[in-house]
């Protein structure tokens, strides 16, 4: 079951560590030792082509503390190059049966740089 309101504010070239916990409906978290996490950001909810990606097998997830179901995204400050306005994320786990699964969704704001 996705998390809904992972929303968070950025501003264009910042560098971003996002703390994710992947927990059930009961609110415990999930064991994601082996899992596959990826994270993007789309133009709007329904977009199916993302705008930045992240994914622990490129390296840009780190699965912080899998057996609590913690992981970190990083951004890099020329991720955001370009961008301002409105957009989504969604982040999936595919565990090691093979099934994927989206843990988060949020509003992402970025605000242009000073």
């Given at each position: 079951?996705?998390?809904l309101?992972?929303?968070?504010?950025?501003?264009?070239?910042?560098v971003?560590?996002l703390?994710?916990?992947?927990?059930n409906?009961?609110?415990?978290a999930?064991?994601?030792?082996?899992?596959?996490?990826t994270?993007?950001?789309?133009?709007?909810?329904?977009s199916?082509?993302s705008l930045?990606?992240?994914?622990?097998?490129?390296?840009?997830i780190?699965?912080?503390?899998?057996?609590?179901g913690?992981?970190?995204?990083?951004?890099?400050?020329?991720?955001?190059?370009?961008l301002?306005g409105n957009y989504?994320?969604?982040?999936?786990v595919?565990n090691?049966?093979?099934?994927?699964?989206?843990v988060a969704?949020?509003?992402v704001?970025i605000?242009?740089?000073v």
């Amino acid at each position: 079951m996705a998390k809904l309101g992972q929303d968070f504010t950025m501003w264009t070239g910042e560098v971003l560590e996002l703390v994710y916990t992947v927990t059930n409906a009961a609110g415990a978290a999930v064991n994601i030792t082996g899992c596959t996490v990826t994270w993007g950001l789309f133009a709007s909810d329904t977009s199916a082509v993302s705008l930045i990606s992240k994914s622990t097998t490129a390296g840009n997830i780190v699965l912080t503390t899998p057996a609590s179901g913690i992981y970190t995204v990083s951004i890099a400050a020329a991720d955001s190059a370009g961008l301002s306005g409105n957009y989504f994320c969604r982040t999936f786990v595919t565990n090691t049966s093979n099934v994927k699964i989206c843990v988060a969704v949020g509003l992402v704001t970025i605000n242009v740089g000073v």
